[in-house]
């Protein structure tokens, strides 16, 4: 149950990321709104996910998910670049993030 309260996290990581880039510099306010609410909600399952794994585990996760979550966003929706060297390092991400979670019990 902590792992899908860590994945929920870095999900709500990537919503809050994208919610501030649609913000425009919180120019408008329904994303901005949408922005805050999820990276509240994001810091609290990452708090509740703490009390069970080690931080650098938890948070090396929740910040890789959410890193390669956004940037699946952006070669998708804001024509970011999609390189074979990018997709490469970006899958280098999840691997290292797939071996934290079958080297931590919890």
Do not use: H, N
Not at 7 to 31: H, I, M, N, Y
Request: glycine share 12%; with cysteine; net charge positive.
């Amino acid at each position: 149950m902590t792992w899908i309260i860590l994945f929920c996290a870095a999900l709500l990581e990537c919503v809050w990321a994208v919610a501030f880039k649609q913000s425009d510099g919180f120019t408008r306010p329904w994303p901005a709104i949408v922005g805050v609410v999820t990276a509240v909600a994001s810091v609290v399952l990452l708090a509740i996910a703490l009390r069970a794994l080690p931080v650098g585990t938890a948070y090396a996760v929740w910040t890789g998910l959410g890193a390669v979550g956004v940037a699946v966003v952006g070669i998708a929706r804001f024509g970011e670049s999609a390189s074979p060297a990018r997709l490469g390092f970006l899958t280098l991400i999840l691997v290292g993030v797939a071996g934290l979670r079958f080297l931590e019990s919890g």
